[in-house]
């Protein structure tokens, strides 16, 4: 068995605690063969319907297709939505012991509409203020009890309002305290407030929104000099940028390392930041050399995205394509 097979095998060993808003991501694919006589829009003729986990349940799926035992912690609805999103868990084979209900909030579904590989819509259903008291505590609780039981700490964050400063600064220094490793797929909201995190994961939008700063995309040395900004800001020990095409930049004092992109045939990108966020933490779990995190992180991501609709990784091609593109450099 050689080093890329063994750390495959290490993520079987490995429990982690993703928090953060879950949602369903709802799909209606069929078929456009008319426009409305209504209004001049496309007429879908229904064909198949499919719900499944989104957002940081989409992470846990990640996590538990590579081996490892996902905890998931969330605020959702008390709701039909939440019933479906509870069964939803159950079939997945993914624990709801993380999971609080809220009489005060909706459970959020992404409906989306597709003819044939057409992305036509998407209706959100959803709500974004930030939890109340409460749901906070209720929340926090679950997380002090769970989080010492795993290797790494993963924060998903949609902006939907189930990440607070508050919860956020809690977990870290928890965190820190017990020598487990935090790593954060973070949103605008709180995008500041993640500091002393083990690995921040901005994709290059997020970046140049987060520091409020303006350049080209295809600017490599502008971005590199704003991964060292953020690094500061944060008192992060890694910053790991995914730019897209443009492949992965990951940094920390010692040393950058730009990953290319693997030239794919793109199918969706949706939830290949979930994915690449997964792998990270299972690599930083490991503590894998950052160039490997990266390398395999960024594989992941455009893996990922030769699937249509929002799926978890398939530890098998991982691997594969790992052991053919990684195996002489490992």
């Given at each position: 068995?050689?080093?890329v097979?063994?750390?495959f095998?290490?993520f079987?060993e ?11 991501d709802?799909y ?20 198949r ?16 297709s ?8 969330s605020?959702?609805?008390?709701d ?6 509870l ?7 993914l ?5 609080t209900q809220?009489m005060?909030r909706?459970t ?27 749901e ?11 989080l ?14 189930v990440?607070?400063?508050n ?9 820190q ?14 995008f ?6 083990t690995?921040?994961k ?12 303006d350049f ?26 995914t ?16 990953i290319?992109?693997?030239i ?6 949706s ?15 490991l ?7 990266a390398e ?5 991501g455009?893996?990922v995205c030769?699937?249509?609709g ?7 091609r ?13």
């Amino acid at each position: 068995m050689n080093y890329v097979q063994q750390i495959f095998r290490q993520f079987e060993e490995l429990r982690i605690l993703v928090i953060g808003d879950v949602m369903i991501d709802s799909y209606l694919w069929g078929s456009v063969t008319r426009i409305s006589p209504e209004a001049p829009v496309p007429i879908l003729n229904v064909q198949r319907r499919e719900q499944r986990l989104g957002g940081a349940a989409n992470v846990a799926l990640n996590l538990q297709s590579l081996g490892a035992k996902p905890i998931l912690c969330s605020v959702i609805g008390n709701d039909s939505e939440a019933e479906k999103f509870l069964r939803l868990l159950e079939i997945c084979g993914l624990s709801r012991q993380g999971i609080t209900q809220s009489m005060h909030r909706i459970t959020t579904v992404k409906h989306r509409i597709l003819a044939a590989s057409q992305h036509l819509l998407r209706i959100d259903s959803e709500m974004d203020k930030l939890i109340d008291e409460e749901e906070e505590n209720d929340l926090w609780q679950k997380i002090e009890i769970l989080l010492p039981q795993t290797q790494a700490v993963i924060f998903e964050d949609y902006d939907k309002g189930v990440i607070t400063k508050n919860l956020i600064e809690k977990t870290i220094q928890l965190a820190q305290k017990l020598q487990i490793p935090t790593i954060i797929d973070p949103k605008k909201r709180n995008f500041e407030y993640y500091k002393h995190c083990t690995l921040f994961k901005p994709n290059l939008k997020e970046l140049k929104e987060g520091l409020k700063l303006d350049f080209e995309n295809n600017n490599l040395e502008a971005i590199k000099e704003a991964v060292k900004i953020l690094h500061q800001k944060l008192s992060a020990q890694y910053v790991m940028t995914t730019l897209s095409e443009k492949g992965v930049l990951i940094y920390n004092e010692q040393e950058m390392h730009h990953i290319p992109a693997h030239i794919r045939n793109i199918a969706d990108v949706s939830g290949a930041g979930d994915t690449v966020v997964s792998v990270a933490a299972l690599g930083v779990a490991l503590q894998l050399p950052p160039k490997l995190i990266a390398e395999l992180s960024n594989l992941a991501g455009g893996i990922v995205c030769e699937y249509q609709g929002v799926v978890p990784i398939p530890k098998e091609r991982l691997l594969a394509e790992a052991l053919k593109t990684l195996g002489e450099s490992v």
